[in-house]
């Protein structure tokens, strides 16, 4: 989701706050199709080359997968995860302006397969069955001390063999005892922000 810290604004960019830009789908059924995204503070979309390389290791394509986009912002993984063939896209986003974006975004895709809940991704989290998403976008604002309980409240909801993609302003450390049973799968950084792939370690 899209966040990011403030910084100061020239008059000029203040003025223009609001008027927004788009994000572009990378592959799927709407490869290139481009969605505005609201110039709101703190929204931060994920960069297409991020979300390219995340759906690579994602294997491309989401065929019957069941995805959550807890903090949704610009719902630029969650659209991306409905281009590609997911089943159901739970996109929680607790901003209204931003919700309502996502809302006008899915009509103009006529995404089926998206539902978006204006609501507090943790208090929604806390109330989702457990495992019952496939892969699990957490992407919590920058800055604000919500990681670790976002990471309590998402690792149950992801299926056995599910995936959980993190973005952080810090790098994961696997000793964190919030990830014990999981594995870092892939990681990577582009600027000031960590991306991570994480996985239910295997018994066997």
Request: aromatic share 6%.
């Given at each position: 989701?899209?966040?990011?810290?403030?910084?100061?604004?020239?008059?000029?960019?203040?003025?223009?706050?609001?008027?927004?830009?788009?994000v572009?789908?990378?592959?799927?059924?709407?490869?290139?199709?481009?969605?505005?995204?609201?110039?709101?503070?703190?929204?931060?979309?994920?960069?297409?080359?991020?979300?390219?390389?995340?759906?690579?290791?994602?294997?491309?394509?989401?065929?019957?997968?069941?995805?959550?986009?807890?903090?949704?912002?610009?719902?630029a993984?969650?659209?991306?995860?409905?281009?590609?063939?997911?089943?159901?896209?739970?996109?929680?986003?607790?901003?209204?302006?931003?919700?309502?974006?996502?809302?006008?975004?899915?009509?103009?895709?006529?995404?089926?397969a998206?539902?978006?809940?204006?609501?507090?991704?943790?208090?929604?989290a806390?109330?989702?069955?457990?495992?019952?998403?496939?892969?699990?976008?957490?992407?919590?604002?920058?800055?604000?001390?919500?990681l670790?309980?976002?990471?309590?409240?998402?690792?149950?909801?992801?299926?056995?063999?599910?995936?959980?993609?993190?973005?952080?302003?810090?790098?994961?450390?696997?000793?964190?005892?919030?990830?014990?049973g999981?594995?870092?799968?892939?990681?990577?950084?582009?600027?000031?922000?960590?991306?991570?792939?994480?996985?239910?370690?295997?018994?066997?």
């Amino acid at each position: 989701m899209p966040r990011s810290t403030s910084h100061s604004r020239t008059p000029q960019q203040a003025a223009a706050r609001g008027k927004g830009h788009t994000v572009r789908i990378i592959g799927g059924d709407w490869k290139r199709t481009p969605l505005p995204v609201l110039d709101l503070e703190g929204l931060r979309p994920t960069p297409d080359r991020v979300r390219e390389t995340l759906f690579n290791w994602l294997g491309q394509r989401l065929d019957g997968q069941r995805c959550l986009d807890l903090f949704a912002g610009s719902g630029a993984l969650g659209f991306e995860a409905a281009s590609r063939g997911a089943e159901r896209v739970v996109m929680v986003e607790r901003n209204a302006r931003a919700a309502r974006q996502l809302r006008e975004n899915q009509a103009r895709l006529a995404a089926r397969a998206i539902e978006i809940a204006e609501a507090d991704g943790l208090k929604l989290a806390a109330s989702l069955a457990p495992q019952s998403f496939d892969v699990v976008f957490l992407d919590p604002p920058f800055g604000e001390g919500m990681l670790s309980r976002a990471l309590e409240l998402a690792l149950p909801l992801v299926a056995d063999d599910g995936w959980l993609y993190v973005e952080s302003g810090e790098p994961l450390d696997e000793a964190d005892p919030l990830l014990a049973g999981w594995h870092i799968v892939r990681r990577g950084k582009a600027g000031a922000v960590h991306y991570h792939l994480l996985q239910r370690e295997n018994d066997e």
